[in-house]
């Protein structure tokens, strides 16, 4: 996932100037959302960095919001990207075309977890173990001192902030976040690599900063 903002358009003389806007892009995925999704993408947005693939069309190479090797956008309700595109292969589904059955929300996939399979209850994420199910009861905040482990699934029992300057799990190690409670972004982080799984209201909640 990344955030990048938004060029502020010519001001009038006299005028305040605009305070630039933030937006996100996906890469190499999916992207399934229970509510509308609106994100504010510009006219003509630059390249993030160098793992921006700047492959969404020719005109618009790097508007897409899912870049590289794009899965579909799944959206029960409207879909507003500005200025734009869904991906190169432009696979979406939206509005009546749609409709979410009754699927495990983090709260049941956690019990079902408990229930099933060998897991870890701890504290502090820094004592967790590769390849392993991993469960923390309340809130918690990953920051820059936090190790993130690899083949790793981590239950957030509560709300996940995350907390760091520029990019999470840079290493892009295989970890998935299943988050009870709201998934808190703050300004300061550029970039998330991981899957990260919250119910339906429980994305971008920022508590820190503008996401």
Known sequence: MYCNAVVPSVTPAGSPTPTPASWYK?????????????VNIPTTPIAFD???SGDCSDAQPNSCFIMGQAGSLVVEGAVNLSSGLVSKRDWQLADSQYSF????????FLLYTRAKRTVNNLTDLNNAADNSINIIFGNYTL?????????AVIFIDGNLTINVSGSFNSA???VAYVVTGNLNITSQVTQLNGIFIVKKDGFGKNEIGKA
């Open 26 to 38: 996906i890469k190499d995925n999916a992207f399934i959302k229970k509510t509308d999704l609106s």
């Open 172 to 174: 892009a190690k295989s």
């Open 101 to 108: 059955a009754s699927l495990y929300d983090p709260s049941l």
């Open 50 to 52: 160098t793992d921006d």
């Open 143 to 151: 920051t820059d001192d936090t190790t993130v482990k690899d083949n």
